[in-house]
């Protein structure tokens, strides 16, 4: 269990999410994290560049300071570090199980909100924008590769997602083994 709570705490080292965006005018790419409470690049003016591009197709400005999940998740992952802390200490696996159940869904909504903001991100154009395609979207996936006009964007969990996400497996075993062991 203290695997699980170690691996979740991950997120305030390393971003919880990688998207990439590749063109012929971007050949390296260009990538953005996002961390639980911030969004950064693989170099100082990531963002803006992004936020250029968007501009063309009409899409809103990505400004951190406006998305309030960035605010108040890393108090989510506090909350839940101390819960699997307090299951740990109580070591039965009935707790165990409920902390991984809890973390699913948690992990399930985040994803959800996740794809209601690159959806509202990539749907929501202004009408004024520079460049128009009637009826195209520029909402990247959540998970995997997508074509978007001349952009591939990549998107997968960068290092802290992975470890947030083997907190899930790590809480499942602390309760199976503790079952097992009465």
């Not at 996002?34 to 170099?43: F, L, T, Y």
């Not at 909100?113 to 202004?126: K, P, Q, R, S, V």
Request: aromatic fraction near 16%; charge should be neutral; glycine fraction near 8%.
């Amino acid at each position: 269990m203290f695997l699980a709570v170690i691996s979740l705490l991950c997120l305030f080292l390393f971003p919880m999410w990688r998207i990439t965006l590749l063109a012929p005018q971007y050949p390296q790419g260009v990538t953005m994290y996002i961390h639980i409470n911030k969004i950064a690049g693989d170099s100082p003016g990531t963002l803006q560049n992004v936020n250029i591009l968007n501009h063309y197709v009409g899409m809103k400005f990505i400004e951190p300071e406006s998305i309030p999940e960035l605010k108040y998740f890393p108090y989510i992952i506090l909350g839940l570090s101390f819960l699997g802390l307090i299951a740990a200490a109580i070591n039965k696996s009935g707790f165990y199980f409920a902390w991984c159940v809890l973390l699913v869904a948690l992990s399930v909504a985040g994803i959800y909100d996740f794809y209601l903001w690159e959806y509202d991100y990539g749907h929501d154009l202004a009408a004024n924008a520079p460049i128009k395609i009637p009826g195209a979207s520029f909402q990247p996936p959540v998970f995997g590769v997508k074509q978007i006009i001349n952009f591939t964007a990549i998107s997968y969990p960068a290092l802290g997602g992975i470890f947030a996400g083997l907190a899930i497996p790590f809480a499942f075993m602390a309760g199976w083994i503790k079952q097992k062991s009465t």
